[in-house]
């Protein structure tokens, strides 16, 4: 009989070079693989369980809904969603949202609201979008289009047209393309994740704002990846005190099941209209509830714990024999080593912990309410592999 393992490899398309390990569960911030090794989790499924592996009170909201309705379509009305965007609103200041299932789809209607607005307000004409060098927006075609990264383009143009791409942390940059274009909007992660979890100068994101007013253009911030608690504050534009037009997000909300939502404010509320967008499975009941829970978990206190937390690994690793630099935003940290990265990665994975990569980074991104005792326990196994492998 193959094992599961093999199965994967025969059958599944080759697109993920995955590690050698076979997990099959897990609880709160400990996961095990099939033979029953245990694993502190650094990556919470790359910033997806929230709430770590199985988390008792999200099981049961999301099988009290699993046993009540399971999906509706968006013909009709249905209780989950609706709770779940007035939370999002009244926490955000948020005037409406749309629901789709994952990054790439909650940037493509960001991109929509933006040329939409763009077409209305401005002309037709008004359809470029700035995005930054070294982004990530997803991997649909559009959203490829939109990250600022070639090895991502490579085979697949022609890419969607009208995206320009400027430089993080230079405003010069952008303030050029946008005076010699015509554009709608500009769109950027606050802390590019998969570009090596470097977080925006707060000057530039401030900047980059004054700047959309300026030139009468949306300013778009993708938090899927920033977004539902891991900055340390419930979005990072909170953090950044800046305020977009549109907000869009995804990984963490669903705290595991899949679910993207775009966020529309003041500007941009009422753009969208019957037919112009629609998404068969966006605002699933199951997904919702789920949400719901999850944004009801992350609250003052967890916020708080994620500061801290940040805090203490930054200040720990700051210096650290054998490595070179932490970066990063709340419970999302990027570590250059003086090691090869892929080495002390494996080397981690021998000790018992998982964290991922970025770039030429290791990256942690741990489940936000990660008991301490696990995070000094993973702080202290990475500063001796980083040490022991430079
Ligand atoms: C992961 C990610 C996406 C894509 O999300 P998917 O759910 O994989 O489509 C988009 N933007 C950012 C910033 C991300 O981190």
Redesign the pocket.
Known sequence: MMSFKEKDKEYIANTYARFDVEISHGKGSLVYDINGREYIDLSSG??VNTLGMADDGWADAVYAQLKKCQHTSNLYYSEPCATLAEILCKRTGAKKVFFGN??????ECAIKVARLWGAVNKGEEYYNIITLKN??????IT?LAATGQDVFHKYFNPLTEGFLYGEANNLGSIEALLSENKCCAVMM?LV???GGVLALDPDFALGVSKLCEKYNVLLVI?????GNGRSGELYAYQAYGIKPDVV?T??GLGGGL?I?ACLMFDKTESTLAPSLHGSTFGGNPIACASAVYVLNRIDEALLNEVKEKSAYIFSTLNGSDGIVSVSGLGLMIGIETVGDVSVILNKCMENGILPIKAKNKLRLLPPLNIPWELLEKSVEIIKKVASENK
């Open positions: 790359i910033a994952s990054g790439a789809e909650a940037n982004s990530f927006h997803g991997r649909t959203t992660e590019q994740g998969e993708d938090e899927v990846q920033t869009s995804a990984k899949p993207g």
